[in-house]
């Protein structure tokens, strides 16, 4: 049953990805125009005929074209989308790795403690509806290097679904358990790791999962505001360039990234989720 299922979906998304292309097509075809007097306006629009967006066909020989040399390299502003997209995942990385760190070890404490959760709650609240590109001037001037500021947003963004989800799962552990825990005289650490993290883990992972497609969303409209490299610059500067079909094919690759990236976790939070 759950086979039939997945291949009836297959289906489906395969017969919607195809009406999607078909109604593509149809909306990109050339457009007959009036004949007009003035030969250098019919030259201009192709002899009468005009199209919108890049058609299914432009499109897939540009994915083509960047997929076949990802890691070209012609100079600061003509980086194939292989770099590209290794500039953006180092800075995710590093970011997303930090707010880790912090998130989940005071996620923690605050989990365990009502002390603690009533006195840093005021300033979660506060700081958690903040836009993280908010903060970028601030780090562009404290900071001064685009790359680091990077970085610095992505963990600001990262760093509120990981502390309150863990703070949620570690407080959401069944008072059973840890009255057996007590009763067996374990240890505080002991207790933390051998109770407390397998009980919350999924809850952990999802506040990481939602961590990361906010940060892959971040990082983006990061590298459009202070260019160099990195997947977001590089849709802007195609932009500049007015290849729209290079930026269509960016978009794409933005969506498959971050799909990718939310099956990883999907797949992780699947693995330490448990059956009572």
Known sequence: MP??????AALLSLLIFVFFLGIWHIATLPV?????????YAKLVGGGKTSGLPTPVMIARTIWSNVTDPFYDHGPNDKGIGIQ????????GLGFALAALLAIPLGFLIGMSQLIYRALNP????????????????????????AVSSVFVIFICSVWPMLINTAYGVAAVKRDWLNVAKTLEVSALR??????LPAAAPTILTGMRISMG?????????????????????VW??????????????ILTIGVVGMLLDLVFGWLTRLVTYQE
């Open 3 to 8: 086979s039939s299922l997945g291949l009836r």
């Open 32 to 40: 007959e125009k009036a004949p007009s007097a003035d030969p250098e």
């Open 85 to 92: 997209l290794a500039f953006s995942m180092a800075r995710v």
């Open 123 to 146: 300033f979660i609240q506060v700081l958690k509806p903040i836009s993280p590109l908010a903060w970028m001037p601030l780090a562009l001037y404290t900071i001064k290097d685009a």
């Open 191 to 196: 207790k933390a790791f051998r109770v407390i």
């Open 214 to 234: 906010i940060a892959w969303l971040v990082i983006v409209a990061a590298e459009m505001l202070v260019g160099g490299t990195g997947i977001g610059y590089f």
């Open 237 to 250: 500067n195609e932009w500049n360039n007015l290849s729209l079909t290079n930026v269509i094919f960016a």
